[in-house]
């Protein structure tokens, strides 16, 4: 089916509205079908009046202008959104396995293979947003999808933005994915997302935070950089969250040397095609 056409103005009316697919701060996200193509997405539904309390029109103006073009298969699509007097409606597109931090709530955390291929595509998705510019300030499991094949997809822009940049926004929600240059408030760019792609990998790995405390608590862990990680994970996994982990952005491992780093290479090296073993089999 095609995608939603942009050429004329979209209403509610087009759409068949399915079951709730699960609720967020300013409104709910509903699983729904267009009606002329069958076309299956998710309809994102914001009410004007808690956006308005929340002065969160801005974030929302965002996430709209920097979603709708972006084109990655580890980045949930927005196709369009359309409003009627009391509501804004967000065409998305439909996660067939949901949402990951439930999955990861469930298993308690995950396996070496598991996290590793999540982690690669995580920095897939960043390279291809950091080519871009824009960075997104709130890589957490809350805001990570699972497409229909187990892909994962990195939703919920309402915190990006194009780099460099200082936040104007009160911080609301955990500080635990939070790097020391946001804490403090200084101006700062992409490596933003370098540090909580570090944190994701330790939460994947170890099924908790690695600063989570009490709010006051956590802060001073970020600055100090005061973390553990636990002996069952392995010293590679463990090299690569030292290298994420640093107080210093500029320290931090670029995507291009994650996506190459030996934990990333043993776990996702894409499975040789036979010509390719024939190949490699000569060169011997
Ligand atoms: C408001 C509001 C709610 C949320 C959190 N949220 C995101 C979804 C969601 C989206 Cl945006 C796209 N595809 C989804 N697929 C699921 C899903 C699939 N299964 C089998 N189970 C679920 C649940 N949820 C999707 C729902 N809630 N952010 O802002």
Redesign the pocket.
Same mark, same amino acid.
């Given at each position: 089916p095609q995608v939603p056409s942009n050429s004329k103005p979209m209403h509610l009316g087009m759409f068949e509205i399915g079951r709730p697919? #699960? /609720? #967020?701060k =300013?409104? *709910?996200?509903y699983l729904a079908k267009e009606r002329k193509t069958g076309f299956v997405c @998710?309809l /994102?539904v914001l009410h004007k009046n808690e956006l308005q309390t929340g002065r969160v029109e801005t974030q929302l103006r965002r996430e709209v202008e920097i979603q709708s073009n972006l084109r990655h298969p580890n980045i949930?699509r927005l196709f369009g959104h359309f409003h009627d007097s009391k509501r804004v409606f967000l065409i998305? %597109? =439909? @996660?067939? *396995? #949901? %949402?990951l931090y439930k999955m990861l709530r469930k298993a308690g955390s995950f396996s070496e293979p598991r996290a590793a291929s999540y982690v690669a595509q995580m920095a897939s998705a960043l390279a291809y947003l950091h080519k871009k510019h824009v960075i997104h300030r709130d890589i957490k499991p809350e805001n990570i999808?699972v497409g229909s094949h187990g892909e994962i997809k990195l939703?919920?822009f309402g915190w990006s933005v194009h780099a460099p940049t200082n936040r104007r926004t009160t911080l609301c929600g955990t500080l635990d994915y939070l790097p020391p240059e946001m804490l403090r408030g200084d101006s700062h760019g992409e490596k933003v997302d370098l540090w909580s792609l570090g944190v994701l990998m330790y939460e994947f790995l170890v099924g908790n935070a690695p600063f989570e405390d009490t709010p006051i608590e956590t802060q001073k862990r970020i600055v100090k950089l005061n973390f553990k990680i636990p002996d069952f994970v392995s010293a590679e996994a463990k090299d690569l969250i030292t290298r994420l982990l640093r107080l210093d952005p500029e320290k931090r491992l670029p995507l291009d040397q994650v996506a190459q780093h030996p934990w990333i290479l043993k776990h996702c090296s894409k499975p040789q095609t036979a010509r390719e073993k024939q190949r490699n089999n000569h060169q011997r």
């Open positions: 697919l #699960g /609720k #967020g =300013f409104g *709910r996200v @998710a /994102k949930l998305i %597109e =439909f @996660a067939g *396995r #949901g %949402e999808l939703s919920d």
